[in-house]
């Protein structure tokens, strides 16, 4: 085929370019003749300087390194384990922990072979059995059992299979073991697994009801065998009666004794730091360091996923004698500062070595979706009033403070913002109830039924008003402004705080040495400050929302209609007669501990249709639709009130998606308009989305699914938070320009916002150098994130937009300079040479990252929309051809030749800026083929390694953690990063790898240090097996002797 008034036969041309002995020179001479050929055709006019400088700022775009992002998740079933019965829903695991197998199993279970028979244990649950006790076998260099960590998430059956691992070991003739977790509540939990493994004969007991005679067997009551139940908290619990075994733990001890070698389980261990001091933390070690060959088990869904919650995992062996970490503290210094990839690189080392098992249940068959929740103009009304109240409160505690001459304010400045940012919290969530009730009434009817989570129940203020009025209430309560007004009536600066607060020299407190009547006017100012405070929040509380839990189960049709699950012992119902009374939770033969089960009880069997659960109370729960229980209504699981965490977001969801469903549930997130809040239900719904969740709207989002982007609480918030403190201070010209559409325009916003930051970052100091220390100094993320929600409504909005725009340009700005951590990237692998070195391998990878035109034409045949196919840009030398399709909203997803699918999208304007659309031909085809081919680097006599369609990386896999500090250090020594980015590398035969993708220039001096590292083992080793042959000599010889 011939372009028409031309010489060149374009088939003759692409069977060259085919072949793989032709030059790079002939591909560039070729590629001048097409350029030449095509500007004829379409009659292109000549190009400005201008287009120079965008065609280099195009080439350094498309030079960019791109490797995708793997999918978070891959199904998940046992690779050694061949017993039991499959799971009966479908469980995944991370891609990175998939990429690496388990040890060979070498332990023979006890279990009998009916309860596997019967599938009463699945497979992935014997599986974790079997590396438990495994694992148990092997003792560490400080002489303690080596313990094992089930991070199994939530409805993946993890109390059956701690509930298997003691049946084994009951089996084996260890009769005691002993059960930790964070609620009495779970012991019933313990007692059913137990039963449903068909162990019904080893009895559970509660150390809360067993006195310390009955531990150690008294006459009327004997734990001589079984399982003691005990919280964390009952750890530290001490006896009244006094004598030899006064503590718990001591009784525990005795209960044990020195040699005790059954089970020790630490359920939900990651909580036990949260919710109590570090005297119990103490506790927990000693436990294990006094049983030294306990067979301890650790269970925790985030465990591995946040170091600092591995704090008590002192069995694990990962720190310690022997170990490349002598302390706990080393270790969480050395992964902290290495970031998320040095925790993966922790996660498999442990699966490796046999210590550790992570599975989640799919999210498959779920749907989730947001609702956004527009604010009135009477509830922004009502918002602003209070944030403008909140602001004068604040100056008017200043002035008392200044007036009384309080010196320490600390607890003051504490007990201020604690309140201001609960009633925030509690305005936020009232806004959202109105439709919560209208959606969920819809569910009702659909022959659904509703589950509503909310992370508070605002109890205290309802007890406090009930005190008030001497136990009677006959109206529901604001916890809004109860929060408001309990601020004010107990913590407004006073005589008696600054008596209190005042240093000891009391020469120094002047209003002692004031006049009498200086005193009473200084009362008489305080006091009258105050009242006037409290008058304005009475009548601001007129107009703020009624406590949210309350009016939830009033619109509901009250108690009878709703199952709560929460952790107060009261609440405020409206009786048939239309009038408002407190009553308590309690029924007659019924604990306020037993309650929440009944509730879940009614619920569970149709009874009612509506549950409330908290997060104080809902640990352990499961509402999802069993098969074995008479309500098998989809779940609708609505949530109010957003967990800042998307890690514990799942876990609460986890209490409506379990194993054994009938159908999975609906997840339903309300969101206000208010900053923020539709930041974090993203973080929720991309992790959702890859679980295998169905989101409804825009799954093909273009933005990677990288969570910790949108993670405020790293070194990038803290920059933005810096950069726009500067900005609005004036003392830089931000490239990030503010959100459009404030009120006023630019100059509005920066002078509008910091005049409100002076008002609620208590900016007492007049000048702009204080405020800039107290910014630079005083103001972390958390603190900026709490505090904005002070700010009306229009403000806070603009101001968090304008903060999140500046923290996605950092890390944009990062990965263009290659310093990003960009977490688990996956490539294709080509071809490969590998180097053997210490317990480290060493692969020479090439990957394929083009678009061939066979597939970019066969998906150009799917496209029908009118901007959508090819286009053509021909300025300059270098020809680009490119197919565009279109994505999310106006943007179009760019797929080119050399490159693959481009990761940012391009607009529509910006497209035709550069190119033309173009139909499908063969010259189109021919061009595709010579961008494939073409590298501007080599017709400059330089290597390609940027350019080309294939390209080359250096690998480091195997036993990465040992090695992590001293690769890290060379890396950092010639790059000036210390990021070592970790891959996914997965063959054309499926074969999976994880390892540290080693920049070109760093290799030799990498491999010098791997090999220097393995000449020091061996040296090591040497030495100590001669240290152990002069050992025997001496031995020997004594013996002779």
Same mark, same amino acid.
């Given at each position: 085929?011939?372009i ?50 965008e ?46 197998p ?47 960590? *089930? ?24 009769k ?30 509660a ?12 006459k ?8 003691l139940?005990?919280t ?15 503590t ?15 089970v ?25 360091s ?40 080393d270790?969480l ?13 922790v996660?498999?080392d ?53 007036e ?7 607890s ?12 925030f ?20 009817e ?82 009258? #400050? ?34 709560? #699950? ?26 306020i ?28 729960i ?39 469903q ?56 803290t ?6 403190t ?26 509008? *916002? ?8 208590? #900016? ?8 800039a220390?107290?910014?630079?100094s ?16 229009h ?6 937009q ?18 990003y951590? #960009? ?17 480290c ?40 051809v ?25 607009s ?16 189109i ?12 680097? *080599? ?8 350019g ?13 953690l040992?090695?992590w ?10 790059t ?44 090591r ?17 004594y013996?002779?002797?």
């Open positions: 085929r011939r028409p008034g031309s010489h060149v036969n374009l088939s003759s041309l692409m069977l060259k370019l085919n072949s793989l002995t032709e030059t790079t020179k002939y591909y560039s001479q070729m590629l001048a003749v097409v350029i030449t050929l095509l500007k004829s055709l379409w009659c292109f006019q000549p190009q400005t300087t201008q287009a120079a400088t065609e280099e700022e195009e080439a350094e775009e498309e030079e960019a390194e791109e490797l995708g992002h793997v999918d978070t998740y891959a199904e998940y079933k046992p690779s050694k384990s061949t017993i039991g019965i499959s799971h009966p829903d479908i469980v995944v695991e991370t891609n990175t922990l998939s990429s690496v388990p040890p060979d199993i070498t332990y023979t279970l006890s279990i009998p072979e009916s309860t596997i028979k019967n599938g009463l244990l699945s497979a992935l649950q014997l599986e974790a059995i079997i590396y438990a006790c495994q694992q148990h076998e092997v003792i560490l260099q400080n002489k303690q059992r080596a313990g094992f960590l *089930i991070g199994d998430g939530a409805g993946v059956g993890k109390g059956r299979t701690v509930a298997g691992i003691i049946l084994e070991n009951y089996l084996k003739g260890r005691k073991a002993l059960w930790f977790s964070i609620s009495n509540d779970l012991k019933f939990d313990a007692e059913r697994d137990l039963k449903d493994i068909d162990a019904p004969n080893i009895p559970v007991h150390l809360n009801k067993v006195s310390s005679g009955g531990i150690c067997g008294g009327h009551y004997s734990t001589s065998e079984g399982v139940f005990a964390y908290s009952a750890l530290i619990g001490e006896s009244q009666a006094g004598g030899q075994l006064r718990r733990i001591k009784q525990i001890l005795d209960w044990c004794k020195p040699e005790f070698d059954g020790i389980i630490f359920d939900e261990c990651h909580k036990a730091k949260n919710a109590t001091s570090t005297k119990m933390g103490k506790a927990v070690l000693d436990l294990q006094k049983l030294p060959h306990a067979r301890v088990v650790y269970a925790s869904a985030t465990g591995a996923s946040e170091p600092k919650n591995m704090i008590y995992m002192s069995r694990l062996g990962i720190w310690g004698e022997g170990t490349p970490f002598r302390t706990f503290d270790f210094h050395s992964i902290e500062k290495r970031g998320v990839g040095a925790m993966e690189i996660a498999m442990m699966k490796v070595s046999g210590m550790y098992i992570a599975r989640q249940l799919s999210f498959s068959g779920v749907s989730f979706r947001i609702e956004e929740i527009g604010l009135d103009s009477d509830f922004k009304e009502v918002y602003n009033k209070a944030a403008k109240l909140w602001a004068e409160a604040l100056k008017t505690f200043m002035q008392a403070a200044d009384l001459g309080m010196v320490s304010r600390k003051l400045w504490g007990q201020f913002w604690s309140s201001h940012q609960r009633f919290k509690y305005l936020c969530i009232a806004a959202k109830v109105r439709s919560l009730v209208e959606l969920a009434q819809k569910e009702l659909a022959g659904k039924c509703i589950v509503i989570g909310l992370q508070s129940t605002g109890e205290s203020r309802t007890r406090e008003v009930l005190d008030e009025n001497d136990g009677h209430l006959d109206r529901f309560v604001s916890a809004a402004e109860g929060v408001f007004q309990s601020l004010v009536t107990k913590h407004f600066p006073s005589e008696k705080q600054s008596r209190e607060k005042a240093p000891s020299n009391k020469r120094k407190r002047k209003w002692i040495c004031s006049p009498l009547n200086a005193v009473f006017y200084n009362y008489f100012i305080i006091e009258e #400050m105050k009242q006037d405070l409290l008058n304005k929040i009475a009548e601001l509380g007129k107009e703020l929302p009624l406590n949210t839990l309350d009016e939830l189960i009033d619109k509901f049709g009250g108690p009878d209609k709703v199952s709560e #699950m929460t952790g107060r012992k009261g609440r405020v119902v409206r009786r048939p007669d239309g009038t408002v009374r407190y009553e308590s939770r309690a029924e007659q033969g019924l604990t501990d037993h309650i929440n089960l009944k509730e879940k009880d009614r619920f569970m069997s149709g009874e009612k249709l509506v549950a409330i659960i908290s997060e104080a109370a809902s640990s352990g499961s509402l999802q639709a069993d098969k074995r229980v008479k309500n098998q209504r989809r779940r609708v699981h609505m949530t109010l009130e957003l967990p800042w965490s998307a890690d514990r977001a799942i876990q609460q969801f986890g209490r409506t998606h379990r194993s054994n009938v159908t999975a549930p609906e997840y339903i997130f309300l969101i206000s308009e208010l900053a923020g809040e539709r930041r974090f239900a993203s973080i929720v719904a991309k992790r959702l989305e890859s679980l295998g969740a169905l989101t409804h709207g825009d799954r093909r989002a273009t933005e990677s699914r990288d969570l910790s982007r949108y993670n405020f609480e790293n070194k990038y918030g920059k933005a938070l810096d950069k726009i500067k900005a609005i201070l004036g003392f830089i010209d931000n490239k990030v320009p503010p959100p459009k559409g404030y009120p006023g325009g630019d100059a509005m916003f920066f002078r509008g *916002i910091f005049l409100s930051l002076y008002l609620v970052f208590e #900016m007492n100091k007049h000048n702009l150098k204080s405020i220390c107290l910014f630079f005083d103001c972390s993320i958390t603190k900026f994130l709490n505090r904005i929600l002070g700010l009306e409504v403000k806070q909005n603009h101001l968090f304008y903060f999140t725009d500046n923290f996605d340009y950092l890390i944009e700005k990062d990965k263009k300079e290659g310093k951590d #960009m977490g688990i990237l996956g490539m294709e692998i080509k071809c490969n040479s590998k180097i053997e070195g210490y317990q391998i060493h692969l020479k990878k090439y990957v394929d990252r083009g678009m061939p035109w066979d597939e970019a034409y066969k998906k150009s045949l799917n496209l029908s929309g009118h901007d959508e196919g090819f286009y053509l840009s021909l300025r300059g030398n270098y020809p680009c490119l197919l565009a399709e279109q994505g999310r909203g106006k943007n179009f997803v760019v797929y080119k030749p050399n490159i693959g699918k481009q990761t940012h999208p391009e529509l304007e910006k497209l035709h800026q550069k190119y033309r659309k173009v139909r499908a031909s063969q010259s085809s021919s061009v595709f083929v010579l961008v494939l081919c073409y590298c501007k680097k *080599i017709e400059e006599g330089q290597e390609c390694l940027q080309m369609r294939l390209r080359q990386y250096h690998m480091l896999c195997g036993a990465l040992r090695v500090k001293r690769v890290s250090d060379v890396v950092s020594d010639i000036n990063s210390s990021i070592l980015q970790i891959v996914r590398l997965k063959t054309k035969q499926h074969n999976k790898q994880v390892g540290i993708k080693i920049p070109e220039t760093c290799v030799p001096r990498v491999r010098d240090e791997l090999l220097q590292m393995d000449d020091e083992v061996k040296k080793r040497k030495e100590k097996e001669q240290a152990a042959e002069n050992e025997r000599k001496r031995k020997n010889e013996l002779q002797g």
